[in-house]
Nanobody
Framework: QVQLVESGGGLVQAGGSLRLSCAASGRTSNTYFMGWFRQAPGKEREFVAKINRIGTSTFYGDSVKGRFTISRDNAKNAVYLQMNSLKPEDTAVYYC????????????WGQGTQVTVSS
């Protein structure tokens, strides 16, 4: 099993920045991609970003490209999401997730951290 714990959420004004962190523990060798999703009230969960096991490939959802940056530190078993130029529509619960070794199915999820962007 893999445990994921997010931190770093909070309240920020539009145009500001936040950095989310996700600490992974357990059998992290059984994972490939780590990533972030978000879910706003009344909306479906949305893909935000993902990064491969060795940090050489990153992918972003269209709504965050150019504003958010995902990174990871394997020595610390951590993944980060730097969020810049935040907009009120970025308000959501942000979830850290990890795929199994196949890199397809998101098998592991954190409990989520709230990000609120005020206008």
């Amino acid at each position: 099993q893999v445990q994921l714990v997010e931190s770093g959420g909070g309240l920020v004004q539009a145009g500001g920045s936040l950095r989310l962190s996700c600490a992974a523990s357990g059998r992290t060798s059984n994972t490939y991609f780590m990533g972030w999703f978000r879910q706003a009230p009344g909306k479906e969960r949305e893909f935000v970003a993902k990064i491969n096991r060795i940090g050489t490939s990153t992918f972003y959802g269209d709504s965050v490209k150019g504003r958010f940056t995902i990174s990871r530190d394997n020595a610390k078993n951590a993944v980060y999401l730097q969020m810049n130029s935040l907009k009120p529509e970025d308000t959501a619960v942000y979830y850290c997730a990890a795929t199994g070794v196949g890199g397809v199915r998101w098998d592991y999820w954190g409990q989520g951290t709230q990000v609120t962007v005020s206008s």
